[in-house]
């Protein structure tokens, strides 16, 4: 289960596949995933039992840089998008997005508001 970083209208959430691969089971910062809506709010761009993509924006688990340094967030988030190429289906991020994430996806990281 994730929360959704973005104004698109999902709340919450649930990992149905993670796109990359025919045996990944594990999705870490900057990848996409197939996921089942759980919780929106009414009224909004997407809708519950809706089932979307996503990329991986925060993450729980410590990843570590090249530089040495390690980062982790206090929950995993996740980004709803529009389509395969990456645009995101909403207009802001809430919260921080790590750097990875904006590095391989700028359109994402041109809606975030901290980047970290």
């Known amino acids: 289960m994730l929360k959704v970083a973005d104004n698109s ?14 045996h990944r089971r594990y999705a870490e910062l900057g990848d996409i995933i197939v996921a089942a ?9 997407v809708k519950k039992k809706d089932v979307v993509r996503a990329v991986i924006v925060r993450q729980k688990k410590e990843i570590r840089r090249r530089d040495g340094t390690r980062v982790k ?16 289906k909403g207009t802001m991020i809430k919260g921080p997005v790590a750097k990875e994430v904006a590095e391989r996806w700028p ?3 041109k809606i975030a508001t901290i980047i970290v």
């Not at 209208?9 to 691969?21: C, D, E, N, P, S």
């Not at 967030?73 to 995101?88: I, S, T």
């Open 37 to 45: 809506v759980k919780i929106a709010e009414p009224r909004k761009m």
């Open 107 to 109: 359109a994402v990281a």
């Open 73 to 88: 967030f206090e929950d995993n988030a996740a980004a709803v998008l529009k389509d395969e190429f990456g645009n995101p």
């Open 9 to 22: 209208g999902a709340k919450q959430l649930q990992v149905i596949r993670v796109l990359g691969g025919s």
